[in-house]
Every structure is written in C-alpha cells, then in structure tokens.
C-alpha cells in the first residue's frame, strides 16, 4: 500500500510514519502544495496512492482545499477508485470536520492520535478499497 502523510508538525509526522509504516511505503510532505504535488506525481507514474493523511492546518494550502483539489483532479482524470482520505486535526470543531466530509474525507483522526483508533480507522478503510 502506498501512503502519503502531509503534516507540517515534525513531531505528529515522525510519530505517524512510525505508525503506518507498517502498513505501507510512506511518503512525507510539510505543506499542501508539496501534497497536490506528490498526488499529480503518483498519478503521472501511475503509482497512486491507496490512503492520504491530511492535517487540516498546513501551510501555503490548508488540508481541506488540498482534499477538495484532489478530488477534483480524480474527476478530471476519471479515476474510478478514489484515495482513501483521512484527516488529522487538532480542533474538535464540528464545522471543520462536516466541511471535510462534504468534500470527500473518508475519516478523520484528532491529535493527539489515539494509535488504536487510527489503526481500526486504516483497516476499515482497506476493507472498502
């Protein structure tokens, strides 16, 4: 499985790659275009990603306009499969993560990550892949 993390805090992004690297080849981006970037890559290689980790306040482009992009670019590009997305947040506020939902999240995880719940969240996902 092929996962991309895009975290702008070192801290949540070692402690997730730790995580699931067990699950899959990982890849780190810091900020929302470096995540538009490595999805167009990953399509343009043919070698999409399976699931993406998406913190909802990243820099140069927040996490909800990079999930919106991305789904947009699956239409575009008539993808019939879509990315597994989740997002990470550290606000509890509902609006945020209904606004999420609304553009496509799959799931959505608060910080600090609760491993157990985050690893329930992944196989729960693979089994709808």
Do not use: H
């Not at 991309?4 to 990982?26: F, N, Q, T």
């Not at 609304?102 to 799931?107: D, E």
Request: with cysteine.
């Amino acid at each position: 499985m092929r996962i991309l993390i895009a975290e702008d805090d070192v801290v949540s992004r070692k402690l997730m790659w730790k995580i699931l690297s067990d699950y899959g080849d990982c890849d780190l981006v810091i900020n929302g275009l470096e995540a538009i970037d490595a999805f167009l890559l990953a399509l343009k290689d043919k070698e999409p990603y399976d699931m993406i980790f998406l913190d909802i306040m990243m820099p140069k482009v927040d996490g909800v306009k990079v999930l919106k992009t991305i789904r947009d670019l699956e239409m575009q590009n008539q993808i019939n499969n879509p990315v597994k997305i989740i997002m990470t947040t550290a606000l509890g506020e509902t609006e945020v993560v209904d606004d999420a939902f609304t553009k496509g999240a799959n799931a959505y995880a608060t910080k600090p990550l609760d491993i157990e719940k985050l690893i329930e969240v992944i196989k729960n996902l693979q089994l709808t892949r």
